[in-house]
C-alpha cells in the first residue's frame, strides 16, 4: 500500500512541521491573533498527534509479519561519504513508534488544562519531541540514530528545566549532563565502526552492513563498553539511574509520562539494535556482568522505592526496577528473554505512563505529591481508586495484566542461562508488590485525616479520555500477548539466529 510512498519521513517530520508552523503563525501575528494562535497550539498539536498515530496504525495494518526484513525502506544521498538518510522498520521497531504516537496525544490532552504558561511554546517542544524519538526507531543510518539520539535531550531538558517544579533548574542539567557524557563515547565507537568499514570494504553507516561486519573479538569489548556506557545511562542501568528520580519528581507531569515511556526505551533499543547484532561476543562476555548489573538494581531500587515519600520519586525507582528485567532479558540471548524484554518495554510505556498521569490527577487538585498528606480517597473518587488499582496491580505484574507477560517471560529467559538471577528477579517482583501495594494503601485507604482532602472531585471527562486507552491496552496485552510478540517475532528470530552464527564461527 505504501509502496513509493515515504510513510515513515511523514510519521517523523508532521509533529516537526506543525511546530514550525505554529511558531512562524506566532511570529506573523500581533495582539489578539498572537493570543488566539497560543491559546489554540493545543487542539493544534492533538490534531498533528493524532494524524501521526493513525498513520502509524495504518503502516501496522499494512505491516509483513513474516518476514525479518526492513519495510518501508526509504533512502536518499544524504552527507556523501557512505553516509545517507535511510529509515526502516522491522517488527522491533515498529511497535516503538505506535508507542510512542499513542502516548504523544494523551500528553497533549493532559496537558491543555494542566500547563498555565507559555503553552505555545511547550507544545512546540512535545511536538518536536515526538518528532525525535520516532526518528531513532525509524533510522538505519548510525550518523541519523545519533542525530535523532542526542537531540532528543533537548526539547526534554527545556521541558523540565521551564515547566519543572521548583528545583527543575538542577535536575534538567543533571539529566542532560548524566546522558550526554556517555553518548560521547559511543560517538567515538560510531567514528571507529566507519573507519572499519572503510578498510574492509566499502565506508558505510549503513546499520545493515554493520550488523554484518565480522569485527575482531578485542575491538568488540571496547565498542561494546562505548555503547553500553550511552546506553545504561538512558535505561538508566544501577548504579548510574540518580539522574531519573530527581528528573522525575521536578517534571510536569506529561514530561515524566514521555520520559517513563519513550525516552527509557531508547537504551535498550540500543542494545537490542547495536550492541547484541555488532558486537555478539562482547555481549556474550558481558552478560554476567549486566545480569548481576540488574539484579542488583531490581532489588535494590525497589527496597529504595519503599521508603520514598514522593510518590512520582517512588513510581521513578519503580522504573529502574523494570528496566532491571529488560537488560537481563536482552542479554538472555534466547528468544523468551528478548521477547520479553521487548514486551516489557512496552508494557512499563503503557502502565508507568498510566502511574504518572495519576499522579498528576491528584496533584493537580491538592498540589502536593506527598504520600502522607492522603489518605481514604476512595470515599471521594471511587473511579479513581478503581483505575489506580488497576494500574498498581499491572506494575506489580498480576497476571492478566501486561505487567506479567514481560517479566515472566524476562525470567524464563534468564533462567536458561543461570537459574540464580532469575531467582534474584523473582523476589524482586516480591519487592514491588511491597512497595506499590504500600502506596495504594496509603493514599487510597485508610481514614481521612486531612480536612482538604474532603472537597476532592473525582476524574473529570478529559482524564477518563487519557486513562481508558491506557487502561484497554494493559488488560487487552495482558490476555493477548500475541498482539506484541507475533509481530516481533521473526525478526527477534532473525536477530539471534544471526547472532548465534557469529559466535558459532568465532
Not at 548504579?239 to 528520580?245: A, C, E, K, S
Not at 537490542?272 to 532489588?299: C, E, K, T, Y
Not at 516481533?488 to 539466529?497: E, I, M, Q
Amino acid at each position: 500500500m505504501f509502496q513509493g510512498f515515504a510513510i515513515l519521513s511523514l510519521i517523523t517530520f508532521i509533529p516537526l512541521l506543525t511546530a514550525l508552523l505554529l511558531v512562524l503563525m506566532s511570529r506573523m501575528s500581533r495582539g489578539d491573533g498572537k493570543t488566539q494562535i497560543e491559546a489554540n497550539a493545543p487542539r493544534v498539536a492533538l490534531v498533528a498527534t493524532l494524524a501521526v498515530f493513525g498513520l502509524s496504525i495504518l503502516m501496522v495494518m499494512n505491516f509483513d509479519t513474516s518476514t525479518a526484513d526492513y519495510q518501508f525502506y526509504e533512502e536518499m544521498d544524504w552527507l556523501g561519504g557512505g553516509i545517507k538518510y535511510r529509515m526502516g522498520v522491522d517488527g522491533i521497531s515498529v511497535l516503538f513508534i505506535v508507542l510512542t504516537t499513542f502516548l504523544t496525544p494523551l500528553c497533549v490532552i493532559a496537558s491543555a488544562k494542566t500547563v498555565k504558561t507559555r503553552m505555545l511554546e511547550y507544545m512546540v517542544a512535545f511536538l518536536v519531541l515526538e518528532t525525535l524519538m520516532i526518528g531513532v526507531f525509524c533510522a538505519l543510518d548510525m550518523v541519523l540514530f545519533y542525530i535523532f539520539f542526542e537531540a532528543v535531550l533537548l526539547p526534554m531538558f527545556i521541558i523540565i528545566g521551564v515547566w519543572g517544579g521548583a528545583n527543575k533548574v538542577y535536575a534538567a542539567y543533571k539529566f542532560f549532563l548524566y546522558t550526554l557524557l556517555g553518548s560521547v563515547l559511543m560517538l567515538a565507537a560510531m567514528l571507529w565502526l566507519y573507519h572499519y568499514s572503510g578498510v574492509v570494504g566499502t565506508p558505510t553507516t549503513d546499520i545493515r552492513e554493520l550488523s554484518k561486519m565480522d569485527i575482531p573479538a578485542g575491538a568488540q569489548t571496547w565498542l561494546w563498553l562505548a555503547f553500553f556506557a550511552s546506553f545504561a545511562v538512558k535505561m538508566p542501568m544501577w548504579p548510574v539511574h540518580t539522574w531519573l528520580p530527581d528528573a522525575h519528581v521536578q517534571a510536569p507531569t506529561a514530561g515524566s509520562v514521555i520520559l517513563a515511556g519513550i525516552l527509557l526505551k531508547l537504551g535498550g533499543y540500543g542494545f537490542i539494535r547495536f550492541s547484541i547484532p555488532m558486537f555478539p561476543d562482547a555481549s556474550l562476555h558481558f552478560a554476567p556482568l549486566v545480569f548481576w548489573l540488574s539484579v542488583i538494581g531490581i532489588i535494590y531500587t525497589s527496597l529504595v522505592a519503599y521508603r520514598q515519600e514522593d510518590m512520582k520519586k517512588l513510581i521513578a525507582y519503580s522504573s529502574v526496577a523494570h528496566m532491571g528485567f529488560v537488560t537481563m532479558g536482552i542479554f538472555a540471548l534466547n528468544m523468551q528473554g528478548m521477547q520479553g524484554a521487548i514486551f516489557q518495554m512496552i508494557s512499563h510505556g503503557i502502565v508507568s505512563g498510566a502511574l504518572f498521569f495519576a499522579v498528576g490527577i491528584i496533584y493537580d487538585r491538592m498540589h502536593t505529591r506527598e504520600i502522607a498528606f492522603y489518605g481514604g480517597i476512595v470515599k471521594y473518587m471511587p473511579m479513581y481508586a478503581a483505575v489506580f488499582m488497576l494500574f498498581t496491580m499491572a506494575n506489580v505484574g498480576l497476571p492478566g495484566t501486561s505487567g506479567f507477560v514481560g517479566e515472566i517471560l524476562t525470567m524464563v529467559g534468564a533462567y536458561q542461562v543461570n537459574p540464580w538471577i532469575a531467582f534474584g528477579a523473582a523476589f524482586g517482583m516480591i519487592l514491588s508488590a511491597v512497595y506499590a501495594l504500600h502506596l495504594y494503601r496509603e493514599v487510597i485507604f485508610g481514614e481521612v485525616t486531612n480536612d482538604k482532602l474532603i472537597d476532592i472531585k473525582d476524574m473529570t471527562k478529559s482524564e477518563i479520555v487519557i486513562m481508558a486507552p491506557l487502561a484497554i491496552m494493559t488488560i487487552v496485552l495482558g490476555v493477548y500477548p500475541s498482539l506484541i510478540t507475533d509481530i516481533t517475532a521473526v525478526s527477534v528470530d532473525a536477530l539471534l539466529a544471526d547472532v548465534a552464527a557469529k559466535l558459532a564461527g568465532n
